[in-house]
C-alpha cells in the first residue's frame, strides 16, 4: 500500500513538472527578441530554457516537456514562410533537451555517436565543400569535448560531474545536439533545396549568418543555466521530497 502511494506521488510530481515546464517553454517560444534571424526554430527564446528541461527533468521527462512547449508556442507564434516546415524542424529542440538530460546522467557515449553519425553524414554532402568550416566550430568543439571526455581515465570523468562548470557543459553540449539535428535536416537531408528551394551560394549566405548568431544563443543560454541551474535543481528536489513525505 505504501509502495503504491510512493509510485503514485510520484508519477503526480512527474506529470506536474512537464505540464508546469511545458507551459513555461511555450512561453519562452513565443518570445521574438534579437539576437534571431528572421525565421527558424530559435526564432523565439526557446534556447533559454533547453538545458534545463533535460537537467531538472531527465531525459525523456525534458524530451517531453520540451516537445509540447514548442508545438503549442509555435502555433501560438507563426514564424517562417512556410509554417509546415518550421514543426519538422523544431523537433531539434526536445532533442537539444533529450541529450541535455543523458549527459547530465553521465551517458556521453549515446551522445558521441549521436554527433559522429550526423557530422559524418554533414561532411559526406558534396554542397558542404562550399561551406566554410568554420560556421561550425561550436558543434565541432562540442563533438571533441565529447572524445576527450571518452578517452579520460574513469576517475578523472567521473570528478568532472562535480564541478561547479558542468551545467553550462551540459548546456553547450544539449544545445550543440539541437543545432547539428537542424544542419543534419537542412543539408545532408537536402531540405535547403526541396523545401525551400534555395541555391548553393544562398545557403552559403545563411550559413555565414547563422555561424555569428547561434553561439550568441548558445552562450546565452550557457550563462543562464550556470545561474539558475543549480536553484531550479534545488527547488525541484526540495519538492519531490515533499511529496514523497
Known amino acids: 500500500m505504501y509502495l503504491d502511494l510512493e509510485l503514485s506521488n510520484r508519477r503526480s510530481q512527474k506529470i506536474a513538472l512537464i505540464s508546469v515546464f511545458a507551459a513555461i517553454n511555450a512561453i519562452f517560444d513565443s518570445i521574438a527578441l534579437p539576437p534571431q534571424l528572421s525565421s527558424g526554430v530559435w526564432y ?18 525534458g524530451f517531453t516537456s520540451t516537445l509540447i512547449g514548442v508545438m503549442i ?11 509546415i516546415y518550421e514543426y519538422l524542424f523544431t523537433l531539434g529542440v526536445p532533442i537539444g533537451a533529450l541529450i541535455s538530460g543523458l549527459f547530465y546522467q553521465k551517458r ?39 572524445c576527450v571526455i571518452n578517452i579520460l581515465p574513469s ?46 551560394e544562398v545557403l552559403e549566405a545563411i550559413w555565414v549568418a547563422a555561424a555569428f548568431i547561434t553561439p550568441i544563443q548558445v552562450a546565452i543560454s550557457i550563462v543562464v543555466t550556470a545561474i539558475v541551474g543549480p536553484y531550479v535543481l534545488r527547488l525541484s528536489l526540495l519538492k519531490q521530497r515533499r511529496v514523497l513525505k
Not at 502555433?75 to 517562417?80: E, M
Open 44 to 61: 523565439g527564446w526557446i534556447f533559454v530554457m533547453e538545458p534545463l528541461n533535460g537537467i531538472v527533468l531527465g531525459p525523456l521527462s
Open 108 to 146: 556521453w557515449r549515446l551522445i558521441l555517436i549521436y554527433f559522429g553519425i550526423l557530422l559524418t553524414a554533414y561532411f559526406l554532402t558534396p554542397v558542404t565543400s562550399a561551406l566554410p568550416i568554420w560556421g561550425i566550430w561550436d558543434t565541432l568543439l562540442a563533438f571533441t569535448v565529447l
Open 73 to 83: 508556442g509555435h502555433s501560438i507564434f507563426l514564424r517562417g514562410d512556410i509554417v
Open 155 to 200: 576517475s578523472i570523468r567521473t570528478g568532472l560531474w562535480k564541478q561547479p562548470f558542468i551545467l553550462p557543459l551540459v548546456a553547450f553540449i544539449g544545445l550543440e545536439a539541437d543545432i547539428l539535428f537542424r544542419i543534419f535536416l537542412f543539408i545532408p537531408c537536402q531540405t535547403y533545396h526541396l523545401f525551400y528551394g534555395l541555391s548553393a
